[in-house]
């Protein structure tokens, strides 16, 4: 299915590159792995190029199911299809299109196979993508993280004391997915991939603090998790700002924390 793929696209000449990543491209793939195309597209003929999706994604196999997704700045856009397989089992393929302007050095790139390449931009920046230290947030995001993390703690807490438990889960999950998560790999210095392959990623201690920012629908039980993410990010806080000299008053979220305390016990 990837052969018939690549075979509309190969020929075409707006298509400048064709790059196959994931663990297919390091070798790793099962049955469970996404089949990762990155298609680069020339200047100016990004639009027709991706008007054309649906047919590339078409020839390469029977569809079970199919989406777009929106891209972020700089990302590319992407058809995701699962398609049935030779042997029934499904199969999940990324279409990945980007415009030649939007590639560069990074470390998704490194192990990538390049499977076309008319100019040769396409393999320098694979090349060049070996051995790049992994993005680091900048001195304002984290500042905004940390804004931001205090604010989703105390809109997690009046949830939990009024009840709306459903909500108050799913505010943990975004505080571990938006800020636990990545302070976890920018302390380690590792690639920010979310959740992907985390538990062989963690010692036993980080990933028993992780495990505890779960929680059952139970009020006390969601107060703890949330306790224990207040714990974690401290810790992971107090590594990337330390590496980054950054200071921040500690009187704001110690006033929240108080308060939280207080509403607590007095429940």
Same mark, same amino acid.
């Given at each position: 299915?990837?052969?018939?793929?690549?075979?509309?696209?190969r020929?075409?000449?707006?298509?400048?590159?064709?790059?196959?990543?994931?663990?297919?491209?390091?070798g790793?793939?099962?049955?469970?792995?996404?089949v990762?195309?990155?298609?680069?597209?020339?200047?100016?003929?990004?639009?027709?190029?991706?008007?054309? &999706? =649906?047919?590339?994604? #078409? @020839?390469?196999?029977?569809?079970?199911?199919?989406?777009?997704?929106d891209? /972020? $700045?700089?990302?590319?856009?992407?058809?995701?299809v699962?398609?049935e397989?030779?042997?029934?089992?499904?199969?999940?393929?990324?279409?990945?299109?980007?415009?030649?302007?939007?590639?560069?050095?990074?470390?998704?790139?490194?192990?990538?196979?390049?499977?076309?390449?008319?100019?040769?931009?396409?393999?320098?920046?694979v090349?060049?993508s070996?051995?790049?230290?992994?993005?680091?947030?900048?001195t304002?995001?984290?500042?905004?993280l940390?804004?931001?993390?205090?604010?989703?703690?105390?809109?997690?807490?009046?949830?939990?004391? &009024? =009840?709306?438990?459903? #909500? @108050?889960?799913?505010?943990?999950?975004?505080i571990?997915?938006?800020?636990? /998560? $990545?302070?976890?790999?920018?302390?380690?210095?590792?690639?920010?991939?979310?959740?992907?392959?985390?538990?062989?990623?963690?010692?036993?201690?980080?990933?028993?603090?992780?495990?505890?920012?779960?929680?059952?629908l139970?009020?006390?039980?969601?107060?703890?998790?949330?306790?224990?993410?207040?714990?974690?990010?401290?810790g992971?806080r107090?590594?990337?700002?330390?590496?980054?000299?950054?200071?921040?008053?500690?009187a704001?979220?110690?006033?929240?924390?108080?308060?939280?305390?207080r509403?607590?016990?007095a429940?």
């Amino acid at each position: 299915m990837l052969g018939r793929a690549i075979a509309r696209l190969r020929e075409d000449d707006r298509v400048v590159g064709l790059v196959v990543g994931g663990s297919l491209a390091h070798g790793a793939a099962d049955h469970y792995s996404d089949v990762d195309l990155y298609v680069v597209v020339r200047e100016g003929a990004f639009d027709g190029v991706l008007a054309e &999706r =649906g047919t590339v994604a #078409e @020839a390469a196999g029977s569809q079970l199911f199919a989406f777009d997704v929106d891209p /972020v $700045p700089g990302g590319s856009t992407d058809r995701i299809v699962v398609y049935e397989g030779p042997d029934g089992f499904p199969i999940k393929f990324d279409l990945m299109y980007l415009k030649e302007s939007d590639l560069g050095p990074a470390p998704k790139w490194a192990g990538c196979q390049v499977l076309k390449d008319a100019g040769g931009c396409v393999g320098a920046v694979v090349a060049r993508s070996r051995g790049l230290a992994p993005p680091q947030p900048t001195t304002e995001e984290l500042l905004a993280l940390n804004q931001k993390f205090w604010t989703w703690c105390w809109y997690v807490f009046g949830k939990i004391i &009024r =009840g709306e438990l459903w #909500e @108050a889960l799913d505010g943990l999950h975004n505080i571990r997915s938006l800020a636990i /998560v $990545p302070l976890l790999d920018w302390a380690a210095e590792r690639p920010h991939e979310g959740y992907r392959r985390l538990e062989g990623k963690l010692d036993p201690e980080t990933a028993s603090r992780v495990a505890a920012t779960l929680s059952p629908l139970e009020p006390g039980a969601l107060y703890a998790a949330l306790r224990a993410e207040v714990g974690l990010f401290r810790g992971l806080r107090a590594t990337v700002f330390g590496r980054h000299g950054l200071a921040f008053d500690p009187a704001p979220e110690e006033t929240l924390e108080a308060e939280m305390d207080r509403r607590w016990a007095a429940r």
